[in-house]
């Protein structure tokens, strides 16, 4: 009976030793704790006190102006210009505008090639106040002119000299009239001779009786 006391007083000091241990180290581990916290703080505030104030002027000096521009940056985006969406043409719908078309222009005469018809002189026979002729021979057809200029100067009038003639089927043309000049010896002729889109032409001189 007393040796079951005794075990029953021995265990329950062993508990009561070890809940006694437990709370102790328990304690003693906040006290180590909070000492670590407290060194902590200490260096901490140490190593803020170690800073410059010239570094801790100029942080503020940057925050404040990155504020302000933040600020302002949301103040005008508002009043942005948006950008126009400029509508897109898809390919192959897009319309062309049609060219205007060219006024018709009046057909230009036909430009004569000289030289291109042949003209050769056949008979030039004159005399002052007389029926005199003049006779040359080109292209069957074809159109002719004359101008005959006296030594004095002056053109030749009256007759046929001052038509325009057409070649017989021979080609032959003759022109008839009646000299009225004071200069008499020599005078000169000009043929122009056309033939479609073809000229041709012809100087010579001949005497001019009196």
């Given at each position: 009976?007393?040796?079951?006391?005794?075990t029953?007083?021995?265990?329950?000091?062993?508990?009561?030793?070890?809940?006694?241990?437990?709370?102790?180290?328990?304690?003693?581990?906040?006290?180590?704790?909070?000492?670590?916290?407290?060194?902590?703080?200490l260096?901490?505030?140490?190593?803020?006190?170690?800073?410059?104030?010239?570094?801790?002027?100029?942080?503020?000096?940057?925050?404040?102006?990155?504020?302000?521009?933040?600020?302002?940056f949301?103040?005008?985006a508002?009043?942005?210009?948006?950008?126009?969406?400029?509508?897109?043409?898809p390919?192959?719908?897009?319309?062309?505008?049609p060219?205007?078309?060219?006024?018709?222009?009046?057909?230009?005469?036909?430009t004569?090639?000289?030289?291109?018809?042949?003209?050769?002189?056949?008979?030039?026979?004159?005399?002052?106040?007389?029926?005199?002729h003049?006779?040359?021979q080109?292209?069957?057809?074809?159109s002719?002119s004359?101008?005959?200029?006296?030594?004095?100067?002056?053109?030749?009038?009256?007759?046929?000299?001052?038509?325009?003639?057409?070649a017989?089927?021979?080609?032959?043309?003759?022109?008839?009239?009646?000299?009225?000049?004071?200069?008499?010896?020599?005078?000169?002729?000009?043929?122009?001779?056309?033939?479609?889109?073809?000229?041709?032409?012809?100087?010579f001189?001949?005497?001019?009786?009196?």
């Amino acid at each position: 009976m007393i040796r079951q006391r005794l075990t029953h007083a021995g265990t329950a000091l062993i508990r009561h030793v070890a809940i006694w241990w437990q709370w102790m180290r328990s304690r003693r581990w906040r006290v180590l704790w909070g000492e670590l916290q407290r060194r902590d703080m200490l260096a901490m505030r140490a190593h803020v006190q170690a800073v410059p104030r010239q570094i801790w002027l100029i942080t503020g000096v940057m925050v404040a102006c990155l504020t302000c521009g933040l600020c302002s940056f949301a103040a005008s985006a508002p009043n942005a210009p948006m950008a126009r969406l400029t509508p897109h043409t898809p390919i192959g719908t897009a319309k062309s505008t049609p060219s205007p078309l060219p006024r018709p222009t009046a057909t230009s005469a036909p430009t004569a090639t000289p030289g291109a018809v042949p003209v050769r002189l056949v008979a030039a026979i004159a005399t002052n106040h007389q029926i005199s002729h003049i006779t040359v021979q080109t292209a069957p057809g074809a159109s002719a002119s004359i101008t005959v200029t006296y030594c004095s100067g002056h053109t030749a009038k009256g007759g046929t000299i001052e038509n325009t003639l057409i070649a017989n089927a021979s080609g032959y043309v003759t022109w008839n009239w009646t000299p009225e000049t004071t200069c008499v010896g020599k005078a000169s002729a000009y043929v122009v001779v056309t033939h479609g889109n073809q000229l041709g032409t012809l100087s010579f001189d001949f005497p001019l009786a009196g």
